[in-house]
DNA sequence: AAGAACAACAACCGCCGGTCG
DNA sequence: CCGACCGGCGGTTGTTGTTCT
């Protein structure tokens, strides 16, 4: 079995005190980002390292951009969720300053809305039938993309055919946001890419090779 | 003004894959 | 090879703030 990764007992949880702010990020500017299970007792932190590794990756990093999202940059994470999926640390790693958690709440609590209230399944990007389609509205369409056609039919079984990730690969290209998978080291968060079986694996196992190719 | 409902966001939990002894 | 450890990820929950009735 495997250990709990702290004790429970002596840990606090729930919202970080100013106190506890400080003290984590004068331990890391002190002495890095070492092993985060020996950072809290380092630090003198009641806390769990993987707390401490949250709240300093999430809220305390110096290059972490607050605040709400740019138009451009909640397009962006549309077109790449409908490409990858809820990969959201890959998402944002093509946005600099924020962070997974970031950008899935703020999926979940913006984006995801909007789309049904457009008559878009947040899903798998396809128009729900019966609702009427709207014309310059679709996230995709702005950029001439055909939002039914273009997507992949259920994101849980059909692949991408080559013709459609290309389309897709065309409309990143026109996106004025980096969009380069090669190489991505935004976020040092980057430098690992994952490839778990989640919708639209065989396009993300594509991103993959093409990140082992641009390399 | 008060309570209910909703929205936004911070944080936790459990699982997974990689690494090391 | 195997099991333990660790970091990372995505899903989910809890809390706080805002709007509505």
Redesign the pocket.
């Known amino acids: 079995?495997?250990?709990p990764c702290c004790d429970k007992e002596n840990t606090?949880?729930?919202?970080?005190s100013k106190q506890e702010d400080q003290k984590l990020i004068d331990y890391i500017r002190a002495h890095g980002e070492?092993?985060?299970?020996s950072i809290p007792k380092a630090a003198g932190l009641h806390r769990?390292?993987?707390?401490c590794?949250?709240?300093w990756l999430?809220?305390l990093r110096p290059d972490i951009k607050r605040g709400?999202f740019a138009q451009d940059e909640e397009d962006l994470i549309i077109k790449l969720h409908a490409l990858l999926g809820?990969?959201?640390?890959?998402i944002a790693g093509r946005l600099p300053g924020r962070t997974?958690?970031?950008v899935?709440?703020?999926w979940?609590?913006?984006i995801r809305?909007k789309l049904i209230k457009m008559g878009i399944d947040p899903n798998n990007h396809k128009l729900h039938h019966g609702f009427p389609r709207p014309h310059s509205h679709h996230p995709l369409s702005a950029t001439g993309a055909s939002s039914s056609e273009s997507m992949n039919k259920e994101h849980k079984v059909v692949p991408l055919s080559k013709s459609c990730v290309e389309e897709e690969t065309a409309i990143i290209s026109s996106s004025p946001v980096n969009l380069d998978l090669s190489i991505a080291l935004p976020s040092p968060?980057?430098a690992?890419v994952?490839d778990?079986p989640t919708p639209n694996s065989e396009f993300a196992k594509r991103c993959d090779m093409d990140i082992d190719l641009n390399c």
């Open positions: 079995m495997r250990k606090n949880k729930g919202a970080w070492g092993c985060w299970r769990c390292g993987k707390s590794r949250l709240r999430n809220y709400i809820n990969r959201w640390s890959l997974d958690n970031e899935k709440n703020y979940n609590s913006h809305r968060r980057l690992v994952e778990k």
